[in-house]
């Protein structure tokens, strides 16, 4: 076999390995990727030259290009089969020394990163494979990566989420009592860096406090914790979700009552939304689903006795979970309500999801040009917030709290 042959095999196989690079790789990786993939399909070109001038015939040519094209889709298959796998192999942690803490108080939070890291929608990707939450297709995985990349892109800055978990950390901090020298307040995040695993096993402390800053017992929290509970051999307290203190449903009643006048309330209508996990986790871990459910129940119930009729509040989800955003302000529109509140009730720091696809879901509700939507940003660091987190930590470990 002519040495040309192996190089058009070799030059279309490594041509697929670096498209899935390209896709993939975040920064400057993807477009060197780009490249490579470009100049081995300039090889496998100069290739068929070869050959159609080795044969004096053009028929060789065309077959090594159809050659070259089905070992690109080899090592583009082979690539896209791996790169689960690839993406969530465990990093080794360095540790540098040990926080100077007997006490430990860990806020495990689900933020995205503020740039595009494609190790976190692959540990993503990953549960939902291993839970059969969705069929995933091999061939289309890196196309779900790049999907990624281009709605980061689209935030045309850093995502601001951890920006907020660390402002409510840090309000958090000044809420305890000093001196703090046995209590250290840290913020660790789900399948990502820093991870709970790691920090606990760094902090060595003789008690670790868990406190769950997001979808709380859901099963990326839940697998969180019982790594880190595996790796660092103690056992996390968990205080109780801050979603069944009745002071967080107070407090949304009072941001969506805000915005909505008493004279207008009886022609206004409400949205209460989350971002909605697959059904295959409630089997797995029910307790966020019956968080979730008890905490749209009292908003609900607190905002019927503000006076919003009961058929105006309706409940939705982004993904996953029926009906969806779209539907329920459709929903609302449709039985008179002239005002919607959508209102991202179990949400507390933006995602891109709420960034990028609530407008587009209060678009394609295609409402009357009479109605008019106001959209709420997620909690934030808001002040009852922080409140609660504070109050959780200081009752696990005896403390004080100061008044804000």
């Known amino acids: ?176 009592h000093e001196p703090l020298a046995d209590l250290a307040v840290e913020v660790a995040y789900v399948d990502s860096s820093p991870n709970l695993a790691s920090l606990v096993a760094r902090a060595r402390p003789s008690s670790v406090v868990l406190i769950e800053l997001g979808a709380s017992g859901s099963l990326p929290f839940l697998e969180a914790r019982l790594e880190a509970e595996r790796a660092a051999a103690s056992y996390l307290t968990c205080p109780p979700s801050v979603w069944r203190d009745e002071r967080m449903a107070l407090r949304l009643r009072d941001r969506i009552l805000d915005r909505v006048p008493e004279d207008t309330r009886a022609s206004t209508g409400v949205a209460l939304f989350g971002s909605g996990i697959p059904d295959a986790w409630h089997a797995q871990s029910a307790s966020w689903l019956e968080d979730e459910t008890y905490f749209l129940t009292r908003a609900t119930v607190l905002l019927e006795e503000a006076g919003l009729p009961a058929q105006a509040i309706r409940h939705a989800w982004l993904d996953w979970q029926e009906p969806s955003l779209a539907e329920a302000i459709r929903h609302l529109a449709a039985t008179g309500s002239d005002r919607i509140v959508v209102c991202p009730a179990t949400i507390l720091y933006p995602d891109l999801s709420t960034m990028l696809d609530v407008s587009r879901d209060v678009r394609d509700a295609r409402l009357p040009e009479h109605v008019q939507v106001t959209v709420l940003p997620p909690w934030g660091d808001d002040e009852v917030l922080v409140e609660i987190l504070a109050s959780r930590i200081a009752d696990a470990f005896g403390l004080e709290t100061t008044v804000a």
């Open 1 to 176: 076999m002519s040495i040309l042959w192996v190089a058009a095999a070799a030059f279309g196989f490594f041509a697929g390995l670096c498209l899935v690079v390209g896709l993939v790789a975040p920064g400057p990786l993807s477009p060197a990727a780009v490249v490579a993939c470009l100049l081995c399909c300039l090889g496998a070109a100069w290739s068929s030259a070869g050959l159609a001038a080795l044969y004096g015939s053009y028929a060789p040519a065309i077959a090594s290009v159809f050659f070259s094209a089905a070992t690109c889709f080899i090592g583009y298959r082979i690539a896209a089969s791996l790169l689960l796998d690839v993406l969530t192999v465990p990093s080794a942690s360095s540790v540098q020394g040990t926080l100077a803490s007997d006490k430990l108080a860990v806020i495990l939070a689900d933020a995205e990163p503020h740039r595009y890291d494609p190790h976190v929608p692959a540990a993503r990707l990953k549960r939902i494979e291993r839970t059969d939450a969705a069929t995933l297709s091999t061939g289309v995985l890196p196309l779900v990566f790049l999907a990624e990349r281009v709605r980061y892109r689209a935030l045309r800055g850093p995502h601001p989420a951890r920006y907020i978990v660390e402002a409510v950390t840090d309000a958090v901090r000044s809420r305890l």
